[in-house]
């Protein structure tokens, strides 16, 4: 998931909710959220190189030089924030009933077959570039999904997934947002061959899309999110990977989680892996980064995890050098209370994906008036929410008929 959704999750967990260790990643989050001390010392001249700070996902070196990369120099805007917000004043400016929730740019309502055919292009879509990361989308687009609605406050009910305020600069340069530049870039395309949808709705359900077709749970969801302008972007109170426990419940809290919720969450570190360009973090957290089990739960009870000797910062890998824990997944590990949530997913892969599928639709809809959600329904002639079948469930009924 390019940085992990999870990251993200470990990050936000541990650092009150879903940075437990969903710092989904460093692309995940679940919510892959960037090591901001680490990043600093970086640009100083003590970690990454100048080359490094500016380098896109898939660039190699000498690649760079020939695109100047190597310049020593803060990169530019649009540089970090990706191909989307060169196009910010189009996304800006609404085309006529793209703030109506759940009504097309012509004045037409989407049907629920509409949102199975996006599902459908995107899905079919995750795969076709197998020199991206571990050869899928789907990761980077979960963390996408993650820390678009992450910024939730619950307190002054501000950020959350309304907005897609990520289009822009400010929200798209946080450190915990690095390299999901990816991720937007993916999903442009179909926002331009279905203008009817806000970006909002196209970045959540890009997500649910890729838990499903990763081989997750169905989680339903609910058109309704607006784009907002740029003067709304939401606050920069991402986590990172860096949370104790303590830090992972206060992150919960803020999101409006609890405990189980957020640790639920964070085992979205399954999919995806860090990258050292993104938040300083490297490695993946399982074996299997693009399919979606409850290996991250068995992996941090059963590795015999240690500080890894690197000129990175401090992370944790296996005793075979191939996986890593950042503190804030290996904190979860460490509290009595949370270790135990910890074990119960390890045992009941089951029991995980059911919680999973209910706290990662609790989280996609933070922030969104519910008004906008009733609207939505209303348009698309739907009673609740919408269970989108997977490529392998339709090809299945496909089969039997």
Same mark, same amino acid.
């Given at each position: 998931?390019q940085?992990?959704?999870?990251?993200?999750?470990?990050?936000?967990?541990?650092?009150g909710?879903?940075?437990?260790?969903?710092?989904i990643? $460093?692309?995940?989050?679940?919510?892959?959220?960037?090591d901001?001390a680490?990043?600093?010392?970086?640009?100083a001249?003590?970690?990454?190189?100048?080359?490094?700070?500016? =380098?896109?996902?898939?660039?190699?070196?000498?690649?760079?030089?020939?695109?100047a990369?190597a310049?020593?120099?803060?990169?530019?805007k649009?540089?970090?924030?990706?191909k $989307?917000?060169?196009?910010?004043?189009?996304?800006?400016?609404?085309?006529?009933?793209e703030?109506?929730?759940?009504?097309?740019?012509?004045?037409?309502?989407?049907?629920? +077959?509409?949102?199975?055919?996006? %599902?459908?292009?995107?899905a079919e879509? *995750?795969? =076709?570039?197998?020199?991206?990361?571990?050869?899928?989308?789907?990761?980077?687009?979960?963390r996408?999904a993650?820390?678009s609605?992450?910024?939730?406050?619950?307190?002054d =009910?501000k950020g959350?997934?309304?907005?897609?305020?990520?289009?822009?600069?400010?929200?798209?340069?946080?450190?915990?947002?690095?390299?999901?530049?990816?991720?937007r870039d993916?999903?442009?395309p179909f926002?331009k061959?279905?203008p009817?949808?806000?970006?909002?709705?196209?970045?959540?359900?890009?997500?649910?899309?890729?838990?499903?077709?990763m081989g997750?749970?169905v989680?339903?969801?609910?058109?309704?999110r607006?784009?907002?302008?740029?003067?709304?972007?939401h606050?920069?109170?991402?986590p990172?990977?860096?949370?104790?426990?303590?830090?992972?419940?206060?992150?919960?809290?803020?999101?409006? *989680?609890?405990?189980?919720?957020?640790?639920a969450l964070i085992?979205?570190?399954?999919?995806?892996?860090?990258?050292r360009?993104?938040?300083?973090?490297?490695?993946?957290w399982t074996?299997?980064?693009t399919?979606?089990?409850?290996?991250?739960?068995t992996?941090?009870?059963e590795?015999?995890w240690?500080?890894? $000797?690197w000129?990175?910062?401090?992370? %944790?890998?296996?005793?075979?050098? +191939?996986?890593?824990?950042?503190?804030? $997944?290996?904190?979860?590990?460490?509290?009595?209370?949370l270790?135990?949530?910890?074990?119960?997913?390890?045992?009941?892969?089951d029991?995980?994906?059911?919680?999973?599928?209910?706290?990662?639709?609790?989280?996609?809809?933070?922030g969104v008036p519910?008004d906008?959600?009733? =609207?939505?329904?209303?348009?698309?002639g739907?009673?609740?929410?919408?269970?989108f079948?997977?490529?392998?469930?339709?090809?299945n009924?496909s089969?039997?008929?």
């Amino acid at each position: 998931m390019q940085d992990s959704p999870v990251l993200f999750v470990s990050g936000m967990l541990l650092a009150g909710a879903v940075g437990y260790a969903f710092i989904i990643r $460093d692309d995940l989050k679940f919510w892959a959220a960037g090591d901001r001390a680490a990043l600093d010392e970086k640009k100083a001249g003590k970690g990454l190189s100048a080359i490094e700070q500016t =380098k896109p996902e898939g660039v190699e070196h000498d690649e760079m030089k020939s695109k100047a990369f190597a310049a020593v120099q803060e990169p530019k805007k649009d540089q970090i924030a990706g191909k $989307d917000v060169e196009e910010k004043k189009t996304s800006q400016t609404s085309n006529a009933g793209e703030n109506q929730p759940g009504m097309t740019s012509e004045g037409k309502n989407p049907t629920v +077959e509409d949102y199975q055919k996006l %599902y459908n292009r995107i899905a079919e879509s *995750f795969d =076709k570039n197998p020199d991206f990361d571990d050869g899928s989308y789907a990761p980077t687009c979960l963390r996408l999904a993650w820390h678009s609605s992450g910024t939730y406050d619950v307190k002054d =009910k501000k950020g959350g997934s309304n907005g897609a305020t990520m289009r822009f600069p400010e929200e798209a340069q946080y450190p915990a947002n690095a390299g999901l530049n990816n991720a937007r870039d993916f999903l442009n395309p179909f926002k331009k061959e279905f203008p009817w949808i806000s970006y909002a709705d196209l970045w959540t359900l890009g997500g649910v899309c890729a838990i499903q077709e990763m081989g997750g749970p169905v989680v339903p969801w609910r058109p309704g999110r607006v784009d907002l302008p740029e003067d709304e972007t939401h606050a920069n109170n991402l986590p990172d990977g860096t949370e104790d426990a303590d830090r992972v419940r206060s992150l919960a809290d803020r999101l409006g *989680f609890n405990a189980q919720e957020m640790t639920a969450l964070i085992g979205a570190h399954a999919m995806g892996r860090c990258h050292r360009q993104n938040s300083g973090y490297d490695g993946p957290w399982t074996h299997s980064p693009t399919s979606f089990t409850n290996a991250y739960y068995t992996e941090l009870l059963e590795e015999k995890w240690k500080p890894r $000797d690197w000129d990175g910062p401090f992370q %944790y890998q296996d005793p075979g050098k +191939e996986l890593m824990m950042l503190p804030a $997944d290996y904190a979860l590990n460490q509290d009595t209370d949370l270790r135990e949530i910890v074990k119960r997913y390890a045992d009941d892969d089951d029991a995980w994906r059911e919680d999973f599928s209910k706290a990662f639709k609790k989280l996609v809809e933070l922030g969104v008036p519910e008004d906008n959600f009733n =609207k939505a329904a209303k348009a698309v002639g739907v009673d609740g929410p919408i269970s989108f079948k997977s490529l392998a469930d339709q090809e299945n009924e496909s089969r039997a008929d």
